[in-house]
């Protein structure tokens, strides 16, 4: 028929994971999300067609015939492109899972021909970036040369999203001891180590208490919902009111640089510390650092490649056996 029922008859798998993934009209063909998809990521009808090896008019054809399907304008045309409406950014994530568990399922069919193969998408925070994958990565590659990790950076619960839509399997990196959603499995792997920082002859780089620095202009890791309630969690420990933070940052590198090129203050990684190539000076303040829960976040109920399934068990065995390396 050329509609995706056609998959439970081919491949039954695929199409019960197609159908868990999303809920579309039964007349919705797998090349009109292929089509939005891509018009979606290149922000053109023109791009689109080429990419896809078609004509404007037919790409332009799928489409229309995609949001009459769906009820709803999807696309947003103009003189400059296209852009995804509303309603097209729900289906948007929605065919990214799709893409996402075919991918998955074509993964498995290779490995069961005995070959490990395909791309692993993994997200990482600094820590697990300066201390783990170095190490990692090399003995892994080593044994699965097939296998393609493609690594990002980032903090939650900005990186939650990129979970849920698909584009990486699984996060390494800060988890919250709180407020966890419920869509996604936790599990810590060990305890990070921080320490709060200055730049070299900062006025405030004698000081020996917390309530030395309430005065301070602090700059924080990510959202004050995500790592960067870490400050708060130790002002609230020794009954103080938290400092407001002067600049949030969701990069690590951006918060190094303004700690040591200005009077701000911050907490950070004791390994980027040692690592960085900037003067930064440790606080020796007399109170105990919080130690932040450092593990892996996953969707749950992905179906994930075999090969992003071998990596990740791999890289939380490697990190349990070298539990020192949080430092």
Known sequence: ???????????????????????????????????????????????????????????????????????????????????????????????????????????????????????????????????????????????????????????????????????????????????????LAFDTLLLGQITITVRKGHPLVRARTISDLRSAQWVVAGHEDGPGRIVNQLFREHRLEPPAPAVSCESFLAMMSLIANSDMVGMVPDCMLDASAYDLMRVPVVETMPQPRQGVTMLKHAALHPSALVFIRQLKAWIQQHPMAAG
């Open 1 to 183: 028929m050329g509609y995706v029922l056609w998959l439970s008859l081919s491949t039954p798998k695929l199409f019960v994971l197609l159908l868990r993934a999303v809920l579309l009209p039964a007349m919705i063909k797998l090349h009109q999300l292929q089509a939005f998809m891509e018009a979606a990521r290149s922000g053109s009808i023109r791009k689109a067609a080429e990419v896809l090896g078609l004509s404007q008019p037919s790409l332009s054809r799928s489409l229309t015939l995609l949001e009459r399907e769906v009820g709803t304008p999807l696309l947003r045309r103009s003189v400059r492109g296209v852009s995804v409406t509303p309603a097209g950014k729900t289906l948007l994530s929605k065919a990214r899972l799709i893409e996402h568990e075919m991918a998955a399922i074509q993964e498995s069919f290779r490995r069961d021909q005995g070959v490990l193969s395909g791309e692993v998408s993994i997200g990482v925070s600094p820590l697990f970036a300066i201390q783990h994958l170095p190490r990692f990565l090399p003995e892994f590659l080593a044994r699965y040369p097939q296998v393609q990790p493609k690594i990002c950076d980032g903090l939650y619960p900005t990186i939650w999203e990129r979970l849920r839509e698909g584009a990486i399997d699984a996060y390494f990196g800060p988890i919250p001891v709180s407020n966890r959603p419920a869509d």
